[in-house]
């Protein structure tokens, strides 16, 4: 038997990705899988080979499970907080798919649940593990770069009804904001390349003239922040263009540019043009292209060590207090402080 347990919350598209992942792991097995329809969760732990794992109908059975340490919340973004809090509470370390909530009242409540149970979290901000993500980091820590001072990374996915999610993406109170839906992995993007605290966010939103996908929120942001140590960033995020997946990646400082897969800098006297580097981009809204096993692994190591992630649940909080900041902004007019 594996050292570590595995509980997962919801049966769609991303729960297979971890059943995978967690299977893959030497040190863990997937051991419960709760639907509201008990045989739902039955036939996906089937479909994905993962044979100790039980079915559950309700939530509160799994968690009482002592044979189950960590939980997967993969479920609709409105019930991510208090299947979160619930889980927190049971003791279990949390893997926490994005938005881990849709305002700030919920994020306070998820924040103080995981605070006063001392559990291990980490959010699903699984670029982070991507290839392209990093090699940036290792030229940003190199100081090819240099210090940024002006950094763009955008979403541009078109989520429309041939995407799993779509029909309750799109009512407010479920998908939440263009940001927080999906454009937060470029907010988080943004913060992981800056290394700076986030001050400042202005932002604006708005509908294409025929909202043709009947987002009942603004579908198209754009958010601009400032930051602790200078560097202004941007942030465009579109769930509703007409174009294949685009995740940009602009990052400018005063030793070199990195363009997605492109670099220039200083420090390679004679170079003359762009350099391009063989890598993964990021340019996929398949959940089978994204690095999930490796986010995994780096949770599973944090746990079995004893140490905290570097996307842990307080790390998220501030992604998505620009998200909340963007909203707000668009909202009123006005430019937002943070922390909010
Ligand atoms: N990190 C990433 O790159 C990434 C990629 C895609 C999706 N996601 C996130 O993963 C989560 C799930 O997305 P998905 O694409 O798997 O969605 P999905 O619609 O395929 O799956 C949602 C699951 O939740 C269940 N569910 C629906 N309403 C429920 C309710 N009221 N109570 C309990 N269960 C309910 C559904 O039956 C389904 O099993 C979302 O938070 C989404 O934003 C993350």
Redesign the pocket.
Known sequence: MKELGVGI???????GEYIRAFELNPHTEVRGM????RA?AQA?AEAFHATHCRAYGR?EEMLADSSIQIVV????????VA?GVAAAQAGKHLVL???IALDIEGLRKLQAAVRAAKVKTVV????RWNPLFEMIKTFLADGLLGNLFLAEVDYFHGIGPW???Y???IKKEMGGSSLL??GC?AVDGLRWFVSSKPVEVCAFGNFSRQNPLRYEYEPNSLTMVKFEDGTIGKVASSIECVQPYIFNVELFGDQGTVRNNQIFSKHWTGQKGWATFPTVLPDS?D?TH?P?SDEVRHFVDCILGNRESHANLEDAVVTHEICFASELSAREGRPVKLPL
Do not use: M
């Not at 919350?9 to 729960?15: A, E, L, P, R």
């Not at 709760?34 to 329809?37: C, L």
């Not at 699903?124 to 670029?127: A, C, H, N, R």
């Open positions: 919350i919801g049966t769609g598209w991303v729960s709760v639907s509201r329809d739902r996906k939530l919340i993969c479920t609709p973004h409105h019930l991510h299947q798919e994005k938005p699903s901000f699984v670029l995407y799993g999610q029909e309750w993406n839906t999906a992995h809204g959940v994204h999930f």
